[in-house]
């Protein structure tokens, strides 16, 4: 009989950092709409008792639409904001949750069979048909997840430096930081001698690694794949 191997990442939690950090801004979260809590806030705006009731009634008519939308990560995650706030204080509070999308009701909005849509990621607004929110909404979901992983996907590739020797593994890491791609023999030795050196240490072996015959920085000897290096904060 043998002991069974374990592990303790502390993956979830370490999940949820990494989510705040790769897509997080200066005005808090920006949350994937596959993980996100609400994936849609509804705003209504509205001045007197009167404009209130016609919102009212329009986001009351608007509802079982919502409730029937499918999203890739199930049925459509929504609330409607009726505090007594005003409406940039409720903007404020959900961009602060990175709630993907908010959805704008006036009076003037009912009068006109629309809504306006506001986007988290870059505050893009569009007009859009009641009638049609429905079929868009998924759609506009989905393209807002595709296009944060690519961003993620580009800020990691224009962050990977690959360096060859030990003089410029330093100046790269020193003048840009980010993850360095560099050969290394797999000693601990070498390892230790990079960390005290500059403060990285290997990170992963990434699974695109190809093998790649080179000479390890520190000294010398053959190494069979880039690693990737950088340093912990």
């Known amino acids: 009989r043998k002991a069974p191997y374990g592990t303790s990442w502390g993956f979830s939690t370490r999940m949820v950092g990494a989510t705040i950090m790769a897509h997080g801004d200066d005005s808090g979260l920006v949350l994937p709409p596959n993980v996100a809590p609400q994936q849609l806030v509804i705003v209504p705006i509205f001045r007197s008792e009167d404009d209130r009731l016609a919102v009212a009634a329009a986001i009351e008519q608007l509802e079982p639409a919502l409730r029937d939308i499918m999203t890739t990560s199930g049925p459509l995650r929504y609330t409607v904001d009726w505090r007594e706030e005003s409406p940039g204080f409720k903007y404020n509070h959900w961009e602060l949750r990175g709630v993907p999308l ?8 009912v009068a006109a069979g629309q809504a306006v849509l506001v986007r988290r990621l870059d505050r893009v607004k569009e007009s859009l048909p009641v009638a049609a929110l429905a079929e868009q909404l998924p759609l506009r979901l989905a393209a807002y997840q595709a296009e944060l992983f690519q961003r993620a996907l580009d800020f990691r590739a224009e962050n990977t430096h690959h360096v060859d020797t030990y003089d410029e593994f ?33 990170r992963v072996v990434p699974f695109d690694s190809p093998d790649e015959a080179g000479r390890c920085l520190v000294d010398g000897r053959p190494s069979q794949r880039r690693v990737l290096f950088a340093r912990a904060y």
């Not at 908010?102 to 909005?109: F, M």
């Not at 360095?180 to 500059?198: D, F, R, V």
């Open 102 to 109: 908010r959805l704008e009701i006036g009076p003037r909005d």
């Open 170 to 202: 330093k100046t790269v890491l020193e003048e840009n930081g980010g993850f360095l791609m560099a050969p290394w023999c797999g000693e601990a030795a070498c390892e230790k001698q990079i960390n005290a050196e500059t403060g990285a240490t290997t």
